[in-house]
């Protein structure tokens, strides 16, 4: 158990493993912070066809502790052009992490998945499944294109909040990105 879980559940710690007081940090709830091992703002890419599921994401990681830019772009399609730096996007930042829906227009995120695993250049970012679907064989397939990951989307608004902040707790803020 952490500190913090045995402090709150008022539990004691013992004082050979308590830290010190002055160790502690506390943060403001506003303080904006760099994500682990990245200076500045992280770019995240979201591939999202729903506007208001967008709209949502965006508001929890601009109400997040981290220092955020997400960039959305609505299609498979763009997403590989954005990825890969071609026509509109060729000045588009590289990003640390992706969401991606599976059911996108004119390329679904299953091709966009299998490509980019496939391209060395963009092989190593992570690429998170988050989507409506909850088929057994829509996670599989995902997993089968290493996605890193895969989320249900869930319906309840509170529920949804809570699913995009621990991808920002775990993904920006404990799990090391790759650099390049």
């Given at each position: 158990?952490?500190?913090?879980?045995l402090?709150?559940?008022?539990?004691?710690?013992?004082?050979?493993?308590?830290?010190?007081?002055?160790a502690?940090?506390?943060?403001?709830?506003r303080a904006?912070?760099?994500?682990?091992?990245?200076?500045g703002?992280?770019?995240?890419?979201?591939?999202?066809?729903?506007?208001?599921?967008?709209?949502?994401?965006?508001?929890?990681?601009?109400?997040?502790?981290?220092?955020?830019?997400?960039?959305?772009?609505?299609?498979?399609?763009?997403?590989?052009a954005?990825?890969?730096?071609?026509?509109?996007?060729?000045?588009?930042p590289?990003?640390?992490?992706?969401?991606l829906?599976?059911?996108?227009?004119?390329?679904?995120?299953?091709?966009?998945l299998?490509?980019?695993?496939?391209?060395?250049?963009?092989?190593?970012?992570?690429?998170?499944?988050l989507?409506?679907?909850?088929?057994?064989?829509?996670?599989?397939?995902?997993?089968?294109?290493h996605?890193?990951?895969?989320?249900?989307?869930?319906?309840?608004?509170?529920?949804?909040?809570?699913?995009v902040r621990?991808i920002?707790?775990?993904?920006?803020?404990?799990?090391?990105?790759?650099?390049?």
């Amino acid at each position: 158990m952490g500190f913090r879980v045995l402090q709150e559940a008022r539990m004691a710690i013992p004082q050979e493993i308590a830290p010190p007081h002055d160790a502690a940090k506390e943060y403001p709830a506003r303080a904006r912070l760099s994500a682990n091992g990245i200076d500045g703002t992280v770019e995240i890419l979201l591939v999202e066809d729903n506007p208001a599921d967008a709209r949502l994401t965006r508001e929890v990681f601009e109400g997040g502790r981290l220092s955020t830019h997400l960039n959305v772009v609505p299609d498979g399609e763009q997403a590989v052009a954005f990825l890969r730096r071609e026509g509109i996007y060729s000045e588009a930042p590289r990003p640390k992490l992706i969401l991606l829906d599976l059911n996108l227009p004119r390329k679904d995120g299953r091709e966009v998945l299998e490509e980019l695993k496939a391209d060395a250049a963009l092989s190593r970012i992570p690429v998170i499944v988050l989507t409506t679907s909850a088929a057994e064989s829509d996670i599989l397939h995902s997993y089968d294109l290493h996605a890193n990951c895969f989320i249900t989307k869930p319906l309840d608004l509170d529920e949804y909040f809570s699913v995009v902040r621990s991808i920002e707790d775990f993904w920006l803020s404990t799990a090391r990105l790759p650099s390049g």
